[in-house]
């Protein structure tokens, strides 16, 4: 049975710091691409970062710059450093692995950035 168990959410304050984790269960990580998105109150879930099983990362542009996603196959995890936090950046964000037709999602944690 595949299982995304995410971790390191929480409240932090605009231009602070947070790392995600994503530990995967039940697939060949290194084989699947993985990837992080997010959805806000009120809006569709969206793409923020995904990394391939070969290591090419893709961002979308509003976290260029300030987010890096990154994988340890070793550890079948998946990480999100998120700098420079913004308000906006605040939604649920949602560990995803992929791999031809297989999908899977996380159960989703919440990252507030507030003052």
């Known amino acids: 049975q595949v299982q995304l168990v995410e971790s390191g959410g929480g409240l932090v304050q605009p231009g602070g710091s947070l790392r995600l984790s994503c530990a995967a269960s039940g697939i060949i990580f290194r084989l699947y691409d993985m990837g992080w998105y997010r959805q806000a109150p009120g809006k569709q879930r969206q793409l923020v970062a995904t990394i391939t099983s070969g290591g090419n990362t893709i961002y979308t542009d509003s976290v260029k710059g300030r987010f890096t996603i990154s994988r340890d196959n070793a550890k079948t995890t998946v990480y999100l450093q998120m700098n420079s936090l913004k308000p906006e950046d605040t939604a649920v964000y949602y560990c995803?692995?992929?791999?031809?037709?297989?999908?899977?999602w996380g159960q989703g944690i919440q990252v507030t950035v507030s003052s």
């Open positions: 995803n692995a992929v791999r031809t037709i297989h999908q899977a």
